[in-house]
């Protein structure tokens, strides 16, 4: 008996196999031209001395030199390690901060009140607007040393207020308080996250004698833990990343004294204002490297401080 022919099926195989790949050929275009190319180029130009007008000139590990060590061959950039020292203590401060903002006023609209719809949306907005140059602007002038805040404390009696942004002391904690107040979406993930929390657990606690405070930590922060770590590691990459504020506040130049020389904004400068594209390159992959190890970090103590439902 002759055998069947298997050809037909194979041909329907291939063909499905084929007509997948045509649908992923857009997104592997722009994968490959608008990820994978200019990652690899950006790695070379690391390498090299590079002002945008000439071809790039091989200097091998020269700008990690500049930045990390110098030598008697390379001078030490000393503001460098100045705008990651300011970016690591942004991001310290505001993100924490933030979250545990986001996670109060979560609480707060968990309830059920009238017009909580309407509250949800208003307490959204600043996270809409917060990163805009308009807002910026603003915050400047309410910080500025004739400003509403300053006019607002010698109401209330402060005689001399400083000028928030002009002062080195101050000028950080301008930005802070903007980060920290732009906490819109970390709380909507928080919001989401409390209404998945079975209510038979607090009424159970509640017939066990625990209090409002108890169940929080008890209930609460558990039940929490992996929407608080995945708040946790987007908003410190962002806050890695921050820049337009920097920019607006500080009027370009990370002062004073560089107190805001945020290391997003010392590489903006040194690739498109001071034209060392090669070391601006070097910086973003420095950059690259410190996010991933801090991220790596962050899922290794999730081990033990984040329980998920199956555990």
Same mark, same amino acid.
């Given at each position: 008996m002759r055998k069947k022919s298997t050809m037909p099926g194979i041909k329907a195989v291939l063909y499905e196999q084929a007509s997948s790949y045509a649908f992923l050929i857009p997104w592997l275009l722009g994968f490959f031209a608008l990820t994978v190319y200019p990652m690899t180029f950006s790695l070379y130009l690391s390498f090299t001395d590079y002002n945008i007008l000439e071809a790039p000139r091989w200097v091998g590990i020269k700008n990690y030199f500049v930045m990390f060590s110098g030598n008697e061959r390379y001078i030490h950039d000393g503001r460098f390690l100045n705008s990651l020292f300011v970016t690591l203590h942004f991001v310290f401060v505001s993100v924490p901060v933030k979250l545990m903002f986001a996670l109060l006023v979560a609480v707060l609209m968990n309830q059920k009140l009238k017009l909580i719809s309407l509250y949800r949306t208003v307490y959204y907005i600043p996270t809409l607007l917060g990163g805009s140059v308009a807002i910026s602007v603003l915050w400047r002038r309410l910080f500025s040393g004739d400003g509403v805040i300053n006019a607002i404390l010698r109401t209330i009696g402060y005689a001399d207020p400083p000028s928030w942004i002009s002062t080195p002391e101050y000028a950080l904690g301008t930005l802070i308080i903007?980060? &920290? *107040?732009?906490? /819109?979406?970390? $709380?909507?993930?928080?919001?989401?996250?409390?209404?998945?929390?079975?209510?038979?657990?607090?009424?159970?606690?509640?017939?066990? #004698?625990? #209090?409002?405070?108890?169940?929080?930590?008890?209930?609460?922060?558990?039940?929490?833990?992996?929407?608080?770590?995945?708040?946790? &590691?987007?908003?410190?990459?962002?806050?890695?990343?921050?820049?337009?504020?920097?920019?607006?506040?500080? /009027?370009?130049? #990370?002062?004073?004294?560089?107190?805001? $020389?945020?290391?997003?904004?010392?590489?903006?400068?040194? #690739?498109?204002? *001071? /034209?060392?594209? /090669?070391?601006?390159?070097? $910086?973003? *992959?420095?950059?690259?490297?410190?996010?991933?190890?801090?991220?790596? &970090?962050?899922?290794?103590?999730?081990?033990?401080?984040?329980?998920?439902?199956?555990d």
């Open positions: 903007l980060a &920290v *107040w732009q906490f /819109g979406s970390p $709380m909507i993930i928080f919001l989401a996250g409390l209404k998945q929390i079975p209510h038979e657990y607090y009424e159970a606690a509640s017939v066990d #004698g625990a #209090g409002k405070m108890r169940q929080f930590f008890h209930i609460t922060l558990p039940a929490l833990s992996p929407i608080i770590f995945f708040n946790l &590691v987007m908003q410190m990459i962002s806050a890695f990343q921050a820049f337009t504020q920097a920019y607006i506040i500080s /009027g370009g130049n #990370g002062g004073p004294v560089d107190s805001t $020389m945020f290391y997003s904004l010392y590489l903006y400068l040194h #690739g498109f204002a *001071w /034209g060392h594209m /090669g070391y601006a390159a070097a $910086m973003a *992959w420095v950059l690259l490297v410190i996010i991933a190890v801090l991220t790596a &970090v962050t899922f290794k103590i999730s081990n033990y401080m984040v329980s998920y439902e199956g």
